[in-house]
């Protein structure tokens, strides 16, 4: 049976990750700060850490190779925050705290999780989430942008460092995708309206577009994928389109 580790498992992205994982037959280790907002499965094992820092991450990785008798074969660090603001508006506790949220949990979670697997000769399977705003300039993202454009560096030097050890590493890099986190972004049709028409396909994305992507990028479908972020943006990077004058 495949095991996977989900960090910032009560969010919701990881929730869908979750639960489209368990339909495929794959056994959980879900960590999470907050257990009692979790939606976990009798199944699966609940590990309470703070990935943010090496003492949690490193928790978190010795719980589940405990129950699992090996380290996970996969791992999905969907834990992270998003700080939106203008940079003057932008605190230093609150860039500090997109920094850890971010950039700090992913450093650590790989700290904790990439030698366990080497150690072990398994190979297995990374997954990290960055952002549309680390591959390109949008408004009021600057503390996000930073903390995410380290995971995206991240993403690249663990895959050259672990490829010969079989651990694939990759991200997905979403849009505005619809999740608790999010809500108050998509509060009212006028804004979800101006938010949709910001992306070439027509709407925001949901959680469940991020689970189906990231359950491939976890799985041995993908066994020839590494060093890759992934955009999941409804083509908000890549593509513009043509606009006729009214």
């Known amino acids: ?27 959980l280790a879900l960590v999470t700060r907050q257990p009692d907002k979790l939606e976990a499965d009798p199944a699966d094992l609940v590990i309470e850490a703070d990935v943010s820092t090496a003492a949690g991450a490193d928790h978190a ?33 609150m860039y500090r705290d997109c920094l850890a949220a971010n950039l700090d949990s992913a450093f650590f979670v790989a700290q904790a999780y990439a030698p366990r697997v080497h150690k072990a000769g398994q190979g297995g399977s990374l997954l990290f ?8 300039g949008v408004a009021n993202h600057a503390a996000i942008a930073a903390a995410k454009g380290g995971v995206e560096g991240l993403v690249r030097a663990l895959a050259a460092d672990y490829s010969a050890s079989g651990l694939r590493v990759n991200a997905i890099a979403p849009g505005l995708m619809r999740t608790p986190a999010t809500a108050r972004l998509l509060s009212n049709e006028a804004s979800v ?14 959680a469940e577009d991020a689970a189906a992507l990231g359950a491939f990028l976890l799985s041995e479908d993908a066994a020839w994928v590494t060093g890759q972020v992934v955009a999941l943006d409804g083509g908000f990077q890549a593509v513009r389109p043509m606009v006729r004058a009214g």
């Open 61 to 93: 990785l010795s719980a589940a190779e405990g129950a699992f008798g090996s380290p996970p074969m996969a791992l999905a660090h969907c834990a992270g925050a998003v700080v939106l603001g203008s940079l003057p508006r932008t605190t230093e506790a």
């Open 193 to 206: 309206k101006s938010i949709k028409a910001q992306y070439p396909l027509g709407r925001h994305g949901e």
């Open 1 to 27: 049976m495949p095991t996977c580790l989900i960090t910032g498992a009560s969010g919701g992205v990881a929730t869908a990750l979750a639960s489209r994982l368990r339909d495929a037959g794959w056994r």
């Open 129 to 136: 989430f960055s952002s549309v705003a680390a591959g390109m």
